[in-house]
């Protein structure tokens, strides 16, 4: 990966929608090149797509809750029940296997409290868990999708 490729992920990363010829002018290619390098990336899996990101409180979708769950089950045939659990609860939107006393860390998103609360009874009953707590968020200070490229050693070859 050179430095071509990062501007590009840098204007991807802030601007999917941007048509190719702006992509090229901005890193200085012309279109062809420029459109090589991104299929590559996609190909190879740097790029893993391209999305729309939404404003979740005019969706009234105004509250986000860390879910933190903790289970004394950490083996394959109950990661693959809650793996089954989870699957198809679209409030889920991030889960993450976490190493210390965090079995799980899953980021929410809902409604409001009554929604959180069918949520968190869907939840329990789908699958065994010996904690479940959760922590609300109250203001968001910064939310990204963008990654840190400038403190990135990965050397891809696209």
Known sequence: MDAIDRKI????QTNAGLAINDIAARVGLS???C???????????VIKGRVAVLDAKKLNL?????VILRTS???DAWLQKFGRAVK???EITAIWRMAGDIDYLLRVVV????AYDAFYKRLIKRIPLN???STFVMEELKYTTALPLEASDIKVAV
């Open 9 to 12: 992920l840098a204007i991807l």
């Open 31 to 33: 279109q062809t090149p």
């Open 35 to 45: 459109w090589k390098r991104i299929q590559k990336m996609e190909q190879t899996g």
């Open 62 to 66: 105004g509250l986000t809750v860390f």
């Open 73 to 75: 089950q950490h083996d």
């Open 88 to 90: 198809d609860m679209p």
């Open 111 to 114: 409604k409001d409290m009554e």
């Open 131 to 133: 904690d479940v707590s």
